[in-house]
C-alpha cells in the first residue's frame, strides 16, 4: 500500500497536523458525502476532460462563460491539430528520488492528479480548473505540478502553470524554469517529511468545524 503524499494531505497537515493523523494515520478518516457545490465543481471538470479526451467541438458544460470556454478553446485546437499533446486528469506518483513510479508504488513518495497537462515541443502547460474561490494555498500547488513536470519531461526548459477560475472568470499564470527545480525539491522534500514525524500537535482555527476528529463530531480532541 502507497504511503504517498498528496497535495490535499499536504494541506491538511499544515492546517492542523492533528487532524491530518486522525484521518490518514490512524485511519479515521470519514466517508466524503459531496454536496451541491463539490457535484457541479466534479460535472464541470468531468465536461472539460471528456472534451479534450474526445476532442470534441461541442460546448462544454453550460455554465462554464463563453470567455471560459474561449480559453479552453486554444490548447484543444492545438491538441486537435498536433501542436501539443494534451493529458486531461494526469496522474502521477514519484518517489524519495524523484523518479517516476506507478501510481500505487509502495515506494511512492508524492502523487496526485493534474486537471489538463499540454505538452509542447520545448514546453509544458498546466490547466487547473477551480469552481470556488481563489486561495492562497494554490500557488503552492502549482509550485508542486510546476517540479513534478520538469521532473517527467527533463527535456523540456519551462513549464507553465495556470489557475483558471470559472466562476469569477478570471486566469492567472506563473512562469517555472528549470532552473527552479532544485530549490523546488528541497521545498517538497521538507513539507513531505516532516509529515513522517510523529508529532502532530493540534491547530485550531476555522477548519475544526468540518474535522472528524472535533469533539462536537463524536472525535478525541478537545482544542477544537
Known amino acids: 500500500m ?5 497535495f ?10 492533528a487532524s491530518y493523523e486522525w484521518q490518514y494515520v490512524l485511519g479515521h478518516k470519514e466517508e466524503f458525502n459531496p454536496g451541491p457545490a463539490a457535484l457541479r465543481g466534479t460535472r464541470i471538470h ?20 463563453e470567455k471560459v470556454s474561449l480559453w479552453l478553446q486554444e490548447p484543444l485546437q492545438d491538441s486537435i491539430t498536433g501542436k501539443c ?3 486531461p486528469e494526469m496522474q502521477f506518483c514519484l518517489n524519495a528520488e524523484w523518479e517516476s513510479v506507478e501510481f500505487d508504488a509502495e515506494d511512492g513518495y508524492i502523487r496526485g492528479f493534474m486537471d489538463n497537462v499540454f505538452v509542447y515541443e520545448n514546453r509544458v502547460h498546466v490547466h ?32 507553465t502553470v495556470e489557475g483558471i477560475y470559472i466562476d469569477s472568470k ?11 527545480l532544485t530549490s523546488m525539491k528541497y521545498t517538497w522534500k521538507r513539507e513531505i517529511d516532516r509529515m513522517f514525524i510523529p508529532m502532530y500537535p493540534a491547530r485550531p482555527g476555522i477548519q475544526c468545524r468540518w474535522c472528524p476528529k472535533s469533539s462536537n463530531k463524536g472525535g478525541t480532541c478537545q482544542v477544537g
Do not use: W
Request: glycine share 2%.
Open 128 to 159: 487547473e480548473y477551480k469552481t470556488g474561490r481563489k486561495y492562497d494555498e494554490h500557488a503552492h500547488q502549482k509550485q508542486l505540478y510546476a517540479m513534478v513536470c520538469l521532473l517527467l519531461y527533463p527535456d523540456i526548459s519551462e513549464v
Open 85 to 87: 499533446q494534451a493529458f
Open 8 to 17: 490535499s494531505r499536504n494541506s491538511l497537515y499544515k492546517k492542523c497536523p
Open 46 to 65: 468531468d465536461s472539460i476532460e471528456q472534451g479534450f479526451l474526445m476532442q470534441s467541438k461541442e460546448p462544454f458544460d453550460p455554465e462554464i462563460p
Open 2 to 6: 502507497s504511503k504517498a503524499v498528496s
Open 170 to 180: 478570471e486566469r492567472e499564470a506563473t512562469i517555472y524554469s528549470r532552473s527552479h
